[in-house]
């Protein structure tokens, strides 16, 4: 059994589910005053050359909200203690946005990682509009290991069970225009740098990326309804490292996520229009 306390990962084990002992404690030190870990997941994973490694997934947050995610730790697990991999020194969070936390692994998903997490920040949550429903939850997602063990990285596609009931509609074309986007949306770019606009004619959602730099940046301050001033912050990414350049983007009513076409950057945000948005535009910037 793993336990959040504050800003340590306790594992327990016990033979009666009554009687626990504690085996270990994990933390990194690397965290401020006011942050803690949540909702802690252990999964075991394959790597690109076939080997096992153990992912530590937890959701890290300040108390004033303002830092929210879900951070993992690739490294060892001997069913008593988990041993982070050394070479790894920064931080990895899962997702780039600021509406993805709470996440939760399934099992007997013919050896897949599937993961569900809340689609919400506490920063604005209880400031979100209710029209037939208030909250939601990200598509389910595969996760799979990139990279070699200094530069190893969890990517993460939409799972096969969502993709066999939505269409994917490849874009290539510099717009799209439809009555109203809902599905998934697969975007090739045949430019290093630009700007993917996706809303209606008075809102939308701006994402800026640029290859050389290995930026990408979501600006939703004009999405529509803003239920916290956390809506005006614009997200970066990281772009690094992508030898293909393009999107795979699913949008909902409220909500748009999107994932690199090889995985390695995931971004997930919600939005309030008062009418669905309609069209997906990109732009050069030179």
Do not use: H
């Amino acid at each position: 059994m793993l336990v959040a306390a504050l800003n340590t990962v306790r594992i327990f084990s016990s033979e009666n589910l009554r009687a626990w002992t504690q085996e270990s404690v994990f933390s990194t030190g690397d965290l401020a005053e006011d942050e803690i870990w949540e909702c802690p997941d252990l999964v075991c994973m394959e790597t690109e050359d076939g080997k096992k490694k153990w992912v530590l997934i937890v959701s890290q947050n300040t108390l004033d909200y303002r830092k929210t995610g879900v951070r993992y730790f690739i490294g060892e697990f001997d069913g008593s203690s988990f041993f982070p991999d050394t070479g790894i020194s920064k931080k990895q969070f899962l997702d780039f946005g600021r509406d993805n936390y709470a996440a939760a692994t399934f099992q007997k998903t013919e050896n897949r990682n599937i993961q569900i997490s809340w689609m919400d920040c506490w920063a604005y949550a209880q400031s979100t509009p209710e029209k037939g429903f208030r909250g939601i939850m990200t598509i389910p997602r595969e996760l799979f290991l990139i990279g070699s063990k200094n530069e190893m990285k969890i990517g993460q596609r939409i799972a096969a069970e969502v993709t066999e009931r939505l269409p994917e509609i490849q874009i290539n074309s510099r717009r799209y225009d439809a009555g109203k986007l809902s599905g998934i949306y697969i975007l090739p770019l045949k430019i290093k740098k630009g700007k993917i606009l996706i809303g209606n004619t008075q809102e939308r959602v701006d994402i800026k990326f640029d290859y050389e730099a290995g930026k990408i940046y979501v600006d939703r301050s004009r999405s529509g309804f803003i239920p916290g001033e956390e809506f005006f912050e614009i997200k970066e990414g990281d772009l690094r490292g992508e030898t293909e350049k393009g999107f795979r983007i699913m949008i909902d009513t409220s909500s748009i996520e999107m994932f690199s076409l090889s995985g390695k950057t995931a971004g997930s945000f919600l939005y309030y229009a008062e009418r669905p948005f309609q069209t997906i535009e990109v732009t050069e910037e030179v």
